[in-house]
C-alpha cells in the first residue's frame, strides 16, 4: 500500500536503463538478467488507468470507464509487448491474504471510495451520452506505455470498476500466462521480493513498499510509470525504465540496507533525508525498537513455495474468496472477515450488495460445514456500505439440512432456468438468474418492481441519450448478485476439490450447473453493449418470467413440506447484527441487535450452527429508510 514519500525522496538513486527491445538483434533483447516478476494487482490497476486516459474527452465518466473486455485485452497486450522485448516473465503474483493489522487501512480505503462517491453524486444529477463514436484507445498497444497521457479531471471522480483483479484473473488464467499467475497467501509485494531476491530479477510495481524489502544483491524495482516504450525505425522499438536497486540505494545513503530509513519516515512523513538519514543510523530506543522489529517483520522474507498453497486444479481463486478460505484455516482473532468490493451505486439508496445475501449464505455455510471450521465459528462478518457508512454485517452459517435443501432448491431452479431458455447463451441466462434475484429483493423489501425499460436495458445494453443514477442502482444490484454466483462457485470449486467428507453430495450436482458461469469480461460487457437481439414480444414475456419467479421466491417457505416447488431462492439471511465498522482510534459502539422475523429465509432453519430458531428479516434490516 505503499509509504509516502518514500519513492519520491529516493529517486534520484534511480538508475535510467533499457530493458530490452524486439530487435533480435539487439543486445538487450536476451539479456538475461532480465528476468520479470509483475505484481498482479498493480498491474491491474495501471492499465485501467492507462486505459481511462486514452478515453474520449466527450464521453460522461460513467462511459468512459473502460469495460472488463478492453482491460483484459489490454493487460494481454502489455504483456506481449514486454515478451517482445526479450523480457521474461517469471511470476505474477496477486494478494490472497492481508494480515489483521491492515484492517483499519481497508476501512479506510471503502470510506474513502464512498466519500468519493458521494461527492461524484451530488455534483451529477444524469449523463449524457456522446453523440458520436469514442475514438479513444486507437492504438492500444502505444497508449499503454504513453506517459504524456493523464487521465482527465472529469473521469477522476470514480473509483476503479469493482470486478477489476477478478477480471484480470480471468484473463490470465485464460491465457499463455496461466502457469505462472499466482494468487498467493499472502501480501504480492512479499513473493514479488522474494523471487526477485531468488532470481535476481527485476520486480514491476506501483508500490513502494517493493524499495523496503531485501531484493538481494542484484534484485531491482521497476514502477510501471516509469516504463516508456521508444521507437526507433519502422519497426522497432525498446523499452527504457529507471532501475531502483536497494543495495545501491542503501550504498548511495551510507546505509545497510533502506528498512530503518523507511521506518523512520514512516513515523516522521516530514523528516527531510538528510535527517532520516541520521536518525537510520541512531539507537534504537526499547519501544521504538520493538515498533521497528514489527515493521521489519512486515516487510520480511518469505518462502516461494508457499506460493503454490492456494493452486486450484480447476481455476485461480479471487483474492477476496481466497483470503476467507486462509482466514478458515489461520483465525488469529476467532472471527472470519469479507470486504466486500466497492460498487459504482447510487450511495444513497440501499446497497445494492443487500442483492443475493442468500446466495453468498449457501457459499460461507459450505466453507464453514466442509471447509473444517470449528463447530463454535458460526458466522462471518460482510463489510460494505449501509446509508452514507462503512458497516459490517453479521451472517450466520445455516445447518446442514438447511443448506443441502437450499442448495437442491436452486439447482433445480437453474435447471427450469436453463430448459426454458435453450438458444439465448449462457451469459444472458445468467443475467435473467440475476435480475430474478434482484426483482425478488425489491418485493421482499417493500419496494416496487424496477420498470420494464432500466431491466431492459440493464441486461441488454443501454442506447438512451441519457443514463439515470436508476440505471446505475440497478446495473450494480445485477452485477452483485452475479458477482455472488461467481463467489459460491469459486467455493465449491475449493472445496470439491481439497475437501471430502461428504462435500460431494452438495458440491457436484450444483457444480455441474455452474460450470458455464461466464467469465466476467462476458457476464459485463459494458453499458452500451447490445449482447443479443430479442423481439419486443420475446422481451415481453421473459420479464414476465422474472417477474412471477421473483413472486414466487418472495411467497416460498423453505420449510420440509414446502421447499420442493420451482420457486428460486429468496434472499433473507441470518443476519444478527449491524455495525457500523469502528474508525481507528474511537470507542467501539455497541451492537445494533435487529429482531424482525422472516418466515421465508432461503438459509434459515434451527442451525446448530447459528442463532435461535427465530431468523431476521434481511429486507426490513438493511434496506434504507
Given at each position: 500500500?505503499?509509504i509516502?514519500?518514500?519513492?519520491g525522496l529516493?529517486?534520484?538513486?534511480?538508475?535510467?536503463?533499457?530493458?530490452?527491445?524486439?530487435n533480435?538483434e539487439?543486445?538487450?533483447?536476451?539479456?538475461?538478467?532480465?528476468?520479470?516478476?509483475?505484481?498482479?494487482?498493480?498491474l491491474?490497476y495501471?492499465i485501467?488507468?492507462?486505459?481511462?486516459?486514452?478515453k474520449?474527452?466527450?464521453?460522461n465518466?460513467?462511459?468512459?470507464?473502460p469495460?472488463?473486455e478492453e482491460?483484459?485485452?489490454?493487460?494481454?497486450?502489455?504483456l506481449?509487448?514486454?515478451?517482445?522485448c526479450?523480457?521474461?516473465i517469471e511470476h505474477?503474483y496477486?494478494?490472497g491474504?492481508?494480515?489483521?493489522a491492515k484492517?483499519p487501512?481497508r476501512?479506510s480505503?471503502?470510506?474513502?471510495?464512498l466519500?468519493?462517491?458521494l461527492?461524484f453524486?451530488?455534483?451529477h444529477k444524469?449523463?449524457r451520452?456522446?453523440?458520436?463514436?469514442?475514438?479513444?484507445?486507437?492504438?492500444t498497444?502505444?497508449?499503454?506505455?504513453?506517459?504524456?497521457?493523464?487521465?482527465?479531471?472529469?473521469?477522476?471522480?470514480?473509483?476503479?470498476?469493482?470486478f477489476l483483479v477478478?477480471?484480470v484473473?480471468d484473463?490470465l488464467?485464460?491465457?499463455?500466462?496461466?502457469?505462472i499467475?499466482?494468487?498467493?497467501?499472502?501480501e504480492?509485494?512479499?513473493?514479488?521480493?522474494?523471487?526477485?531476491r531468488?532470481?535476481g530479477?527485476?520486480?514491476?510495481?506501483?508500490?513502494s513498499?517493493?524499495?523496503v524489502?531485501?531484493?538481494?544483491?542484484?534484485?531491482?524495482v521497476v514502477f510501471f510509470?516509469h516504463l516508456?516504450l521508444v521507437?526507433y525505425?519502422?519497426?522497432?522499438y525498446?523499452?527504457?525504465?529507471r532501475?531502483a536497486?536497494s543495495s545501491q540505494?542503501?550504498?548511495?545513503l551510507?546505509?545497510?540496507?533502506c528498512?530503518?530509513?523507511?521506518?523512520?519516515?514512516?513515523?516522521?512523513?516530514?523528516?527531510g533525508?538528510?535527517e532520516?538519514q541520521?536518525?537510520?543510523?541512531s539507537?534504537?530506543q526499547?519501544?521504538?525498537a520493538?515498533?521497528?522489529e514489527?515493521?521489519?517483520e512486515?516487510?520480511?522474507?518469505v518462502?516461494?513455495?508457499?506460493?503454490?498453497?492456494?493452486?486450484?486444479?480447476?481455476e485461480?481463486?479471487?483474492?477476496?474468496i481466497s483470503?476467507?478460505?486462509?482466514?478458515?484455516?489461520?483465525?488469529s482473532?476467532?472471527?472470519?472477515h469479507?470486504?466486500?468490493?466497492?460498487?459504482?451505486e447510487?450511495p444513497?439508496?440501499s446497497s445494492a450488495?443487500?442483492?443475493s445475501?442468500?446466495?453468498?449464505?449457501?457459499?460461507?455455510s459450505?466453507m464453514?460445514?466442509?471447509?473444517?471450521?470449528?463447530q463454535?465459528?458460526?458466522?462471518?462478518l460482510?463489510?460494505s456500505?449501509?446509508?452514507?457508512?462503512i458497516?459490517?454485517v453479521?451472517?450466520?452459517f445455516?445447518?446442514?439440512?438447511s443448506l443441502?435443501?437450499?442448495v437442491?432448491?436452486?439447482?433445480t431452479q437453474?435447471?427450469?432456468?436453463?430448459?426454458?431458455?435453450p438458444s439465448?447463451?449462457?451469459a444472458?441466462?445468467w443475467q435473467?438468474?440475476g435480475?430474478?434475484e434482484v426483482?425478488s429483493?425489491h418485493?421482499g423489501s417493500g419496494?416496487?418492481?424496477?420498470?420494464?425499460r432500466?431491466?431492459v436495458k440493464a441486461?441488454?445494453g443501454?442506447?438512451?441519450?441519457?443514463?439515470?443514477?436508476?440505471?446505475?442502482?440497478?446495473?450494480?444490484?445485477?452485477h452483485?448478485?452475479?458477482?455472488?454466483v461467481r463467489?459460491?462457485k469459486?467455493?465449491?470449486?475449493?472445496?470439491?476439490?481439497?475437501?471430502?467428507?461428504g462435500?460431494?453430495?452438495?458440491?457436484?450436482?450444483?457444480?455441474?450447473?455452474?460450470?458455464n458461469f461466464?467469465l466476467l469480461?462476458?457476464l459485463f460487457?459494458?453499458?452500451?453493449?447490445?449482447t443479443v437481439?430479442?423481439?419486443?414480444a420475446?422481451?415481453?414475456?421473459i420479464f414476465d418470467?422474472?417477474?412471477?419467479?421473483?413472486?414466487?421466491?418472495?411467497n416460498?417457505?423453505?420449510d420440509?413440506?414446502?421447499?420442493?416447488g420451482s420457486?428460486l431462492?429468496?434472499?433473507?439471511d441470518?443476519?444478527v447484527?449491524?455495525n457500523e465498522?469502528?474508525p481507528r482510534?474511537?470507542?467501539?459502539?455497541?451492537?445494533?441487535?435487529l429482531k424482525?422475523q422472516?418466515?421465508?429465509?432461503i438459509a434459515n432453519?434451527p442451525?446448530?450452527?447459528?442463532p435461535?430458531?427465530?431468523?431476521?428479516?434481511i429486507y426490513?434490516?438493511l434496506?434504507?429508510n
Amino acid at each position: 500500500m505503499g509509504i509516502p514519500r518514500l519513492r519520491g525522496l529516493l529517486e534520484p538513486y534511480f538508475q535510467p536503463s533499457t530493458l530490452g527491445c524486439n530487435n533480435q538483434e539487439c543486445k538487450d533483447h536476451n539479456a538475461s538478467s532480465k528476468l520479470v516478476v509483475i505484481d498482479g494487482p498493480g498491474l491491474a490497476y495501471v492499465i485501467y488507468y492507462r486505459l481511462l486516459a486514452w478515453k474520449s474527452p466527450h464521453l460522461n465518466a460513467i462511459d468512459a470507464q473502460p469495460t472488463y473486455e478492453e482491460i483484459c485485452v489490454a493487460v494481454l497486450v502489455f504483456l506481449e509487448v514486454l515478451t517482445s522485448c526479450g523480457l521474461k516473465i517469471e511470476h505474477i503474483y496477486f494478494d490472497g491474504f492481508l494480515p489483521t493489522a491492515k484492517r483499519p487501512v481497508r476501512i479506510s480505503r471503502l470510506e474513502g471510495y464512498l466519500k468519493q462517491m458521494l461527492v461524484f453524486h451530488a455534483n451529477h444529477k444524469d449523463f449524457r451520452r456522446a453523440n458520436h463514436q469514442d475514438d479513444s484507445v486507437v492504438d492500444t498497444f502505444r497508449n499503454l506505455f504513453d506517459l504524456s497521457r493523464q487521465v482527465p479531471p472529469k473521469f477522476r471522480g470514480l473509483p476503479a470498476v469493482p470486478f477489476l483483479v477478478p477480471a484480470v484473473l480471468d484473463s490470465l488464467a485464460d491465457s499463455n500466462y496461466a502457469a505462472i499467475t499466482q494468487v498467493v497467501p499472502g501480501e504480492a509485494d512479499s513473493y514479488c521480493a522474494a523471487a526477485a531476491r531468488a532470481l535476481g530479477g527485476i520486480v514491476l510495481t506501483s508500490d513502494s513498499d517493493l524499495l523496503v524489502h531485501d531484493l538481494g544483491p542484484a534484485g531491482a524495482v521497476v514502477f510501471f510509470d516509469h516504463l516508456e516504450l521508444v521507437q526507433y525505425g519502422e519497426e522497432h522499438y525498446q523499452i527504457s525504465a529507471r532501475i531502483a536497486q536497494s543495495s545501491q540505494i542503501a550504498q548511495g545513503l551510507d546505509l545497510k540496507d533502506c528498512c530503518r530509513f523507511a521506518f523512520e519516515l514512516k513515523e516522521d512523513s516530514s523528516a527531510g533525508i538528510q535527517e532520516l538519514q541520521r536518525r537510520s543510523k541512531s539507537n534504537l530506543q526499547t519501544d521504538r525498537a520493538r515498533d521497528f522489529e514489527y515493521f521489519r517483520e512486515e516487510h520480511g522474507e518469505v518462502s516461494v513455495d508457499d506460493a503454490t498453497r492456494l493452486s486450484s486444479p480447476v481455476e485461480l481463486l479471487d483474492p477476496r474468496i481466497s483470503e476467507m478460505i486462509l482466514q478458515c484455516d489461520e483465525r488469529s482473532d476467532g472471527s472470519l472477515h469479507m470486504y466486500m468490493p466497492f460498487l459504482i451505486e447510487d450511495p444513497t439508496r440501499s446497497s445494492a450488495w443487500n442483492i443475493s445475501v442468500g446466495l453468498r449464505t449457501i457459499a460461507y455455510s459450505i466453507m464453514a460445514h466442509y471447509g473444517g471450521l470449528p463447530q463454535q465459528q458460526q458466522s462471518i462478518l460482510e463489510h460494505s456500505r449501509r446509508d452514507t457508512r462503512i458497516v459490517s454485517v453479521e451472517i450466520h452459517f445455516t445447518d446442514s439440512t438447511s443448506l443441502l435443501r437450499n442448495v437442491e432448491l436452486l439447482n433445480t431452479q437453474l435447471e427450469v432456468l436453463w430448459k426454458r431458455y435453450p438458444s439465448f447463451s449462457t451469459a444472458i441466462i445468467w443475467q435473467i438468474f440475476g435480475m430474478i434475484e434482484v426483482f425478488s429483493w425489491h418485493l421482499g423489501s417493500g419496494r416496487s418492481f424496477p420498470s420494464h425499460r432500466i431491466a431492459v436495458k440493464a441486461i441488454w445494453g443501454n442506447k438512451d441519450a441519457f443514463i439515470s443514477w436508476q440505471d446505475i442502482q440497478l446495473s450494480a444490484q445485477l452485477h452483485a448478485a452475479l458477482y455472488s454466483v461467481r463467489m459460491l462457485k469459486q467455493v465449491l470449486n475449493y472445496i470439491s476439490s481439497h475437501y471430502e467428507r461428504g462435500s460431494d453430495t452438495i458440491s457436484l450436482p450444483l457444480l455441474q450447473r455452474l460450470k458455464n458461469f461466464p467469465l466476467l469480461r462476458d457476464l459485463f460487457p459494458g453499458n452500451d453493449s447490445t449482447t443479443v437481439v430479442v423481439s419486443d414480444a420475446s422481451v415481453g414475456s421473459i420479464f414476465d418470467f422474472i417477474r412471477n419467479s421473483a413472486r414466487r421466491q418472495a411467497n416460498t417457505e423453505l420449510d420440509d413440506e414446502g421447499a420442493g416447488g420451482s420457486s428460486l431462492p429468496s434472499n433473507s439471511d441470518h443476519i444478527v447484527s449491524v455495525n457500523e465498522t469502528t474508525p481507528r482510534g474511537t470507542i467501539p459502539s455497541k451492537h445494533k441487535k435487529l429482531k424482525r422475523q422472516s418466515k421465508n429465509s432461503i438459509a434459515n432453519g434451527p442451525s446448530s450452527k447459528g442463532p435461535p430458531k427465530q431468523t431476521n428479516n434481511i429486507y426490513g434490516m438493511l434496506s434504507d429508510n
